[in-house]
């Protein structure tokens, strides 16, 4: 009778644990995107990453539709490069797309929006390994200021 | 003289005392595979973490709420109240959950699993085993063992989907944060594979450090009143201080380092 | 008891089969110490099979100790401890166990596990030990607790059993395996008149029945004479007598009189051992 019931409890705790992850899988967390299968990488060297990080998002016109996997800086010339995981669901961009990082809101975090390009004859489309040629640097407040400053200064004169 | 030798007196004992709790460790684990143990186990898993329930849930879903209102109160001057979903559940996932159900877990199974087995060991009931040539570390310690690294993780994610729970019901409900963006927002931002499966694998270690301490302390203990109360208070002491330390190396390891 | 009868007919024919040895536990020239204090200096006893043995002392001199020895629960310093022909000092864990099988040892509190019934307590090492199905079991667990009294008790919790009641039980626990030797630590201590003549009165009957070989390790004088066939007396780290009953009475050791009479001071001193006593008192006459 006693060993009965305790089955019965752990099985009712076992139960509560398994809503308890279904609530967090469908409900709390995203799958994250990945596995090699899925994606295909592409690189962007970029001359300024402001706050980017591994794992920040890539979007089209707001659509996420990979992940930043990895920055590293090429030691040749100096340049942060950008390593994006793109779905394979995602494919046949242009090779004239173009990256560019940019601030979801005010204050939130930064990630890579993604413009296709124009696709005519002769363009190919961007393969596994490519990197993007197209690419636009984040946008760094004191740069914007000194610029607006320095701009003002030459207007007054 | 006398202070070298009370420094080295004492860093011999605690050796020691690693060496024995390590040979206990080993022969719990190596007694797993016994199917004679498993009904045990789960008249363990009944003790240590059906009874752990009603604190676990109640405690999740406090902490969620207490989090939603601090959360909402510095997050509304921003303007970014919306971000109060992935703030509560990260928090819980990454932190809370774990860490306060491995606390928690300590003082109520922890303890009175301490408590149980130097009253066994008092009682001459281990002895006993060993007289009737049954290995106690195969009776006693493995089930028990196995039990508490079976039910922390389970009773971690329940504190963290309660918790989320409870900040949907002060955030949303209450404070009026809209249902959609606490969800969705949420949703975006926690990561399956980083958050929910790292928090899993903190709790997993915490239940083996605060498993193996309140049974160590148990079947290590001198078997007097007064030796088993110390036991049961070293239990506590030292599965929190070896939580909060531990807790601090797996966060850098996990989060911190890009 | 005709059901023991049944029990007894198969253990005799188990025992038959042996080679009839003389004593069942040898144990030679055996030092224990515990820290820095020698418990025990060399002593040598022999446990005869099929008999009762004493063994007696003053309390505090670790006759525990020695029924643990005998268990291979603590290994001694020097010296060799035989079961039945084989050292228990120089066998491997898995031996041990093996041994340990063949003997039972009833312990002061009775240590009945406390999560479970009388009952499933019996049941314990047959479950462990034996692959019987549960019919069998609650058979054997039935004549087991009738044989301590205790077939109505089966499903009582060990919390709620006298002291008495306790120990009656865990010595059904004991010979459920059918043992060969059963030890006994302090079967008497802290009972009242009526389970004392109890338990006594099982001691010998169960030994007598099942052809056991039990080792009792007592202060209790008076119960001891009436029950034990052979009785040793340990004081002072060393065995200070030794032979049945008359032989004990009759000795003109001052040691052993001291101890069956109860005096205060003796060969067996007062006073716990103090440096240079001399020396404290009267500054020092050497």
Redesign the interface.
């Known amino acids: 009778m006693n060993k009965y019931k305790s089955e019965v409890l752990v099985g009712m705790f076992v139960v509560l644990t398994i809503a308890a992850v279904m609530l967090l899988a469908l409900k709390v967390a995203n799958q994250s995107v990945g596995g090699d299968g899925d994606t295909y990488t592409l690189y962007a060297k970029f001359d300024n990453i402001g706050g980017l990080k591994a794992r920040s998002s890539v979007k089209v016109g707001g659509v996420n539709v990979g992940r930043v996997t990895s920055i590293t800086l090429d030691q040749e010339d100096f340049t942060p490069v950008v390593e994006l995981s793109i779905l394979k669901s995602y494919d046949g961009f242009p090779e004239t797309s173009s990256v560019s990082i940019l601030t979801s809101g005010l204050l939130g975090e930064q990630y890579v929006g993604f413009q296709p390009g124009f696709s005519f004859d002769g363009v190919a489309n961007l393969k596994d390994g490519d990197y993007l040629q197209d690419t636009k640097s984040a946008l760094v407040l004191e740069d914007l200021i000194g610029q607006f400053l320095f701009s003002r200064g030459s207007d007054e004169e | 003289m006398k202070f070298f030798q009370s420094i080295g007196a004492k860093t011999i004992g605690k050796l020691t005392a690693i060496g024995r709790a390590t040979y206990m460790l080993m022969g719990a684990l190596l007694a797993l595979p016994r199917l004679k143990n498993i009904p045990l186990t789960i008249k363990q898993v009944h003790v240590v973490g059906v009874q752990s329930l009603l604190i676990i849930i109640v405690s999740g879903l406090f902490i969620g709420m207490v989090m939603a209102l601090q959360g909402y109160t510095i997050l509304v001057d921003y303007g970014a109240e919306g971000s109060l979903g992935p703030m509560v559940a990260l928090s819980l996932l990454r932190e809370l959950g774990p860490v306060v159900t491995a606390l928690l877990f300590a003082g109520r199974a922890g303890s009175a699993l301490t408590a149980e087995i130097g009253l066994m060991k008092a009682t001459e009931q281990i002895s006993s085993l060993e007289m009737m040539a049954v290995d106690p570390l195969r009776r006693i310690v493995a089930p028990r063992f196995w039990a508490g690294i079976i039910s922390m993780p389970m009773l971690a994610l329940i504190f963290s989907a309660v918790g989320i729970l409870g900040g949907h019901l002060v955030g949303v409900d209450w404070l009026g944060v809209d249902v959609g963006s606490y969800w969705s927002i949420m949703q975006s931002t926690v990561e399956w594979g980083e958050d929910v499966v790292n928090g899993i694998i903190k709790s997993l270690v915490f239940a083996l450090v605060v498993t193996w301490i309140a049974i160590f302390k148990g079947y290590d203990s001198i078997p007097t009143s007064e030796g088993i109360s110390k036991a049961t208070t070293e239990t506590v002491v030292y599965s929190s201080l070896a939580v909060l330390g531990l807790d601090f190396v797996l966060t850098a390891l996990m989060f911190g380092i890009e | 008891m005709s059901l023991l009868a049944l029990l007894v007919s198969l253990i005799i024919q188990g025992s038959i089969n042996k080679i009839a040895m003389d004593h069942l536990v040898e144990i030679d020239n055996l030092t224990f110490r515990r820290a820095d204090r020698v418990i025990y200096d060399g002593i040598t006893l022999s446990i005869p099979k099929g008999k009762i043995t004493a063994v007696m002392g003053p309390s505090g001199i670790g006759k525990t100790t020695l029924l ?1 020895l005998i ?1 291979g ?1 603590l290994t001694p310093d020097e010296g060799d401890i035989q079961f039945d022909g084989d050292s228990i000092v120089a066998m491997s864990r898995k031996e041990l ?2 041994a ?2 063949r ?3 009833l ?3 009775g ?4 999560d479970m019934t009388v009952f499933d307590n019996v049941a ?2 047959l479950r ?2 034996t692959k019987l199905s549960e019919d069998l079991i609650a058979t054997t667990v039935a004549l087991k607790l009738q044989a301590v009294g205790l077939r109505g008790a089966a499903q009582l919790m060990p919390s709620e059993l006298s002291g008495g009641m306790a120990r009656r039980a865990a010595l059904a626990r004991a010979i459920a395996l059918d043992p060969d030797l059963i030890m006994y630590d302090e079967p008497f201590a802290g009972q009242d008149p009526i389970s004392m003549g109890v338990l006594v009165k099982l001691i010998r009957g169960l030994n007598d029945a099942l052809n056991l070989t039990s080792v009792v390790v007592t202060h209790d004088v008076t119960e001891v004479l009436t029950i034990a066939d052979y009785i040793y007396i340990l004081a002072d780290k060393r065995v200070i007598g030794e032979g049945t009953a008359q032989q004990i009475r009759e000795s003109d050791s001052e040691l052993v009189q001291q101890f069956l009479k109860g005096k205060a001071d003796g060969p067996v001193p007062f006073h716990y051992p103090a440096p240079d006593i001399e020396n404290t008192f009267f500054g020092g006459d050497k």
């Open positions: 643990r268990g629960q166990y093996r340990r099988r003997m039972s040892m312990f002061q509190s240590a009945l596990f406390t314990f090492p462990e030990h």
